[in-house]
């Protein structure tokens, strides 16, 4: 028999019910303030990259060379031509992939305004990095979700590698959500599902680009110390199906080709210079879009960002006699291998440094949150101290300080990176982009160097029966001659010199960026054909624009 229920009158029985009936609605929209603080540096983030959007010449302009790639890569498979078969690019497919969708808008709306709707999804990925590293560490406390999370949303390489459509924002999101699944608080999880999906995740962020490569290893190495080589294997099984089920279609449609164009092209490029350790190093600790600082002063700053992120973990491990958890090991291993990674090549983009960037704000804050709640060992007894008056010192007071303090800090930040004027070229290509699409006629088949160009005008797709279909016009130097560009002896490959003849004499019109000399080989055979068929019909900011010579193909 079930226990008796006391009686209530019935005027305080209606008040306990309205009571009752109310609480579940006022905790269902607690916001807490871990989530609060997460929610915060998110919209602080999207509002940065999207201000930066804002500014001219940069929603529909040009100012990259990658982003027509990717781009153009997902308009060309919408209208059957596909990847790796019938053009060259040098990366996995996996942006290209995420693209396609966007790309489908290129009809109605054209491909410049296709292109601004995913240059705001890339925006908004760059945030959602943001978004998971709060969720990762949001056990640590509103301290330490603020210091990661406020740094990864100034952080600058980070803001502007999302201001279009670049791999990098998109693979760092992937290999956090891969993370925030095979994580449960700061250990491995138990799950066989969530493994699974972590490796899903971490497998497409390869897709991406394949530096995920990295994450991996070192999830895989903690798997396997942890003497559990089951979860190793289903992690294993995610990770390979993430990456296989994308990549196979067009490895099988094209295998010789997917294996020169990605994976032959990219290990054997050869740079015409290599780029200064003392740009990568300013880069990678937020400090390339400043004045420039003397090499003495950012080494300084990289040894104490390394020192605080080592020192606070080896202190932590010295005091509680327990090794570092494996979230831990797996932001300070992963940053390290990274930046090694980060040293090794000859060339270097800022926006590289953007997968640096949550690695870390991880390694710097998951020891000194470890190290806060670690008790020091006492060397020696200490004397009982004497009586003390009623007051007593309130943590809660300095911690709300700190993270007040911290807040502040960001906030600066963001205001100097808000702050921060854009270039002024991108203007002017903007303008020139517009007038130069007056005088080309709809569908007409234009060649270029950089496909950024005919994408901003609306020119991307042509008509024409045998136009060419090229996309990456270096990436095609690099597969067909080794990792040569036009500077530094693609030229001298014979199928590069055909591929080459055979564009021009499809071109209706040739579309030269400033950096055409490195993109294409200007090999007497070349040069000869181009003078002798083309004249120039515009020259401004955003390059030159030949027409063909009527009659003569």
């Given at each position: 028999?079930?226990?008796?229920?006391?009686?209530?009158?019935?005027?305080?029985?209606?008040?306990?019910?309205?009571?009752?009936?109310?609480?579940?609605v006022?905790?269902?929209w607690r916001?807490?303030?871990?989530?609060?603080?997460?929610?915060?540096?998110?919209a602080?983030?999207?509002?940065?990259?999207?201000?930066?959007?804002?500014?001219?010449?940069?929603?529909?302009?040009?100012t990259?060379?990658?982003d027509?790639?990717y781009?153009?890569?997902?308009?060309?498979l919408?209208h059957?031509v596909?990847?790796y078969?019938?053009?060259?690019i040098?990366?996995?497919?996996?942006?290209?992939?995420?693209?396609t969708?966007?790309a489908?808008?290129?009809?109605p709306?054209?491909?410049?305004?296709?292109?601004?709707?995913?240059?705001?999804l890339?925006?908004?990925?760059?945030a959602?990095g943001?978004?998971?590293?709060?969720l990762?560490?949001?056990?640590?406390?509103?301290?330490?979700?603020?210091?990661?999370?406020g740094?990864?949303?100034v952080y600058?390489?980070?803001v502007?590698?999302?201001?279009?459509?670049?791999?990098?924002p998109?693979?760092?999101?992937?290999c956090?959500?891969?993370?925030?699944?095979?994580?449960?608080?700061?250990?491995?999880?138990?799950?066989?599902?969530r493994?699974a999906v972590?490796g899903?995740?971490?497998g497409?962020a390869?897709?991406?680009?394949a530096?995920?490569?990295i994450?991996?290893?070192?999830?895989?190495?903690?798997?396997v110390l942890?003497?559990?080589?089951?979860?190793?294997?289903?992690?294993l099984?995610?990770?390979?199906?993430?990456?296989?089920?994308?990549?196979?279609?067009?490895a099988?449609?094209?295998p010789?080709a997917?294996?020169?164009?990605v994976?032959?092209?990219?290990w054997?490029?050869t740079?015409?210079v290599?780029?200064s350790?003392w740009?990568?190093?300013?880069?990678m600790?937020?400090?390339?879009?400043?004045?420039?600082?003397?090499?003495?002063?950012?080494?300084?700053?990289?040894?104490?960002?390394a020192?605080?992120?080592?020192?606070?973990?080896?202190?932590?491990?010295?005091?509680?006699r327990?090794?570092p958890?494996?979230l831990e090991?797996f932001?300070?291993?992963?940053?390290?291998?990274?930046?090694l990674?980060f040293?090794w090549?000859?060339d270097?983009?800022?926006h590289y440094a953007?997968?640096?960037?949550?690695?870390?704000?991880?390694?710097v804050?998951?020891?000194?949150?470890?190290?806060?709640?670690?008790?020091?060992?006492?060397l020696?007894p200490?004397?009982?101290?004497a009586p003390?008056?009623a007051?007593?010192?309130?943590?809660?007071?300095?911690?709300?300080?700190?993270?007040?303090?911290t807040?502040?800090?960001?906030?600066?930040?963001?205001?100097?990176?808000?702050?921060t004027?854009?270039?002024?070229?991108?203007k002017?290509?903007a303008?020139a982009i517009?007038?130069?699409?007056?005088i080309?006629p709809a569908?007409?088949?234009?060649?270029?160097?950089?496909?950024?160009?005919?994408?901003?005008?609306n020119?991307?797709?042509?008509?024409?029966?045998?136009?060419p279909?090229?996309v990456?016009s270096?990436?095609?130097?690099?597969?067909?001659?080794?990792?040569?560009?036009?500077?530094n002896?693609?030229g001298?490959?014979?199928a590069?010199?055909?591929?080459?003849?055979?564009?021009?004499?499809?071109a209706?019109?040739?579309?030269l960026?400033?950096?055409?000399?490195?993109?294409i080989?200007?090999?007497?055979?070349?040069?000869?054909?181009?003078?002798a068929?083309?004249?120039?019909?515009?020259?401004d900011?955003s390059?030159?624009v030949?027409?063909?010579v009527?009659?003569q193909?």
């Amino acid at each position: 028999m079930m226990g008796s229920v006391p009686a209530v009158p019935g005027a305080q029985r209606s008040a306990a019910e309205s009571a009752g009936a109310a609480a579940p609605v006022t905790s269902r929209w607690r916001v807490s303030p871990a989530a609060g603080a997460v929610i915060v540096t998110t919209a602080l983030a999207l509002a940065l990259r999207l201000w930066q959007l804002s500014m001219h010449g940069y929603l529909f302009g040009v100012t990259e060379y990658d982003d027509g790639v990717y781009f153009g890569s997902a308009v060309r498979l919408l209208h059957g031509v596909v990847p790796y078969r019938d053009f060259v690019i040098v990366q996995p497919p996996g942006v290209m992939l995420l693209m396609t969708p966007v790309a489908l808008f290129a009809g109605p709306l054209g491909t410049a305004k296709a292109l601004a709707i995913g240059r705001v999804l890339t925006a908004c990925a760059g945030a959602g990095g943001v978004t998971l590293t709060g969720l990762l560490i949001r056990r640590h406390g509103v301290l330490a979700i603020t210091a990661a999370c406020g740094f990864l949303a100034v952080y600058p390489d980070g803001v502007y590698a999302a201001h279009t459509v670049l791999l990098e924002p998109w693979l760092v999101l992937f290999c956090l959500a891969g993370a925030l699944a095979v994580m449960d608080g700061d250990h491995l999880t138990g799950s066989s599902r969530r493994l699974a999906v972590g490796g899903l995740a971490f497998g497409f962020a390869g897709v991406c680009k394949a530096w995920a490569v990295i994450p991996v290893l070192v999830l895989l190495g903690l798997l396997v110390l942890h003497r559990v080589p089951r979860r190793a294997l289903i992690f294993l099984g995610g990770t390979v199906a993430g990456f296989a089920l994308p990549v196979l279609p067009f490895a099988v449609l094209a295998p010789h080709a997917f294996y020169n164009s990605v994976i032959v092209a990219q290990w054997s490029r050869t740079d015409d210079v290599r780029i200064s350790l003392w740009f990568r190093l300013a880069s990678m600790i937020g400090l390339s879009h400043g004045p420039h600082l003397p090499h003495v002063l950012l080494l300084a700053v990289a040894c104490a960002i390394a020192a605080v992120a080592a020192g606070a973990s080896l202190l932590a491990t010295l005091a509680s006699r327990e090794l570092p958890p494996p979230l831990e090991i797996f932001a300070l291993v992963s940053g390290a291998l990274i930046v090694l990674a980060f040293w090794w090549p000859d060339d270097y983009y800022y926006h590289y440094a953007a997968f640096l960037g949550p690695f870390i704000a991880l390694s710097v804050v998951l020891p000194i949150a470890r190290l806060c709640r670690t008790p020091l060992p006492r060397l020696a007894p200490l004397p009982r101290p004497a009586p003390r008056p009623a007051t007593r010192p309130a943590p809660r007071t300095v911690y709300r300080v700190a993270v007040a303090a911290t807040a502040m800090v960001v906030l600066v930040l963001a205001v100097l990176q808000g702050r921060t004027q854009p270039d002024p070229n991108y203007k002017g290509v903007a303008d020139a982009i517009v007038a130069d699409e007056r005088i080309i006629p709809a569908g007409s088949c234009v060649v270029t160097d950089a496909v950024s160009y005919t994408i901003a005008a609306n020119r991307f797709t042509s008509g024409v029966p045998g136009c060419p279909v090229m996309v990456d016009s270096i990436g095609t130097d690099y597969t067909l001659s080794h990792g040569r560009d036009g500077l530094n002896g693609a030229g001298n490959v014979p199928a590069v010199r055909r591929l080459w003849l055979s564009t021009l004499s499809h071109a209706q019109y040739v579309w030269l960026s400033g950096l055409f000399p490195r993109r294409i080989p200007w090999t007497p055979a070349i040069s000869s054909y181009f003078t002798a068929n083309f004249r120039l019909l515009r020259a401004d900011a955003s390059g030159r624009v030949y027409q063909r010579v009527s009659g003569q193909r």
